[in-house]
Nanobody, 125 residues
Framework: QVQLAESGGGLVQPGGSLRLSCVAS????????IGWIRQAPGKEREGVSC????????HYADSVKGRFTIYRDNAKNTVYLQMNNLKPEDTGIYYC??????????????????WGQGTQVTVSS
């Protein structure tokens, strides 16, 4: 069973930074890619970034390229999303999810193996 737990959301001013954390078991990180997916009010879910199992491949949505960085700490079984230069349009609930890398890249979120509970990110002055 895939279990994921996010943390690190909050309220930040435009231009600020946040780091989200997604804790999973070692077997989950070895078996599945991990992605960050956000849901804004009134909008469809959007894949933000993902990393393949073992961390060899990464992918970013065009809207966050150059501002967000996904990386992992194997010792802590954690995948992070460093978000810099945040904009109001980055506001939403951010979920981490596990599954096949191509499903995360292609936005086939209904095929993913597991989801965290989500963490709220609000970018506002």
């Amino acid at each position: 069973q895939v279990q994921l737990a996010e943390s690190g959301g909050g309220l930040v001013q435009p231009g600020g930074s946040l780091r989200l954390s997604c804790v999973a078991s070692a077997s989950t990180l070895d078996s599945y890619a991990i992605g960050w997916i956000r849901q804004a009010p009134g909008k469809e879910r959007e894949g933000v970034s993902c990393m393949s199992s073992y961390g060899g491949l990464t992918h970013y949505a065009d809207s966050v390229k150059g501002r967000f960085t996904i990386y992992r700490d194997n010792a802590k079984n954690t995948v992070y999303l460093q978000m810099n230069n945040l904009k109001p349009e980055d506001t939403g609930i951010y979920y981490c999810a596990a599954g096949h890398y191509s499903y995360l890249v292609d936005g086939k979120h209904n095929y993913l193996e597991g989801w965290g509970q989500g963490t709220q990110v609000t970018v506002s002055s």
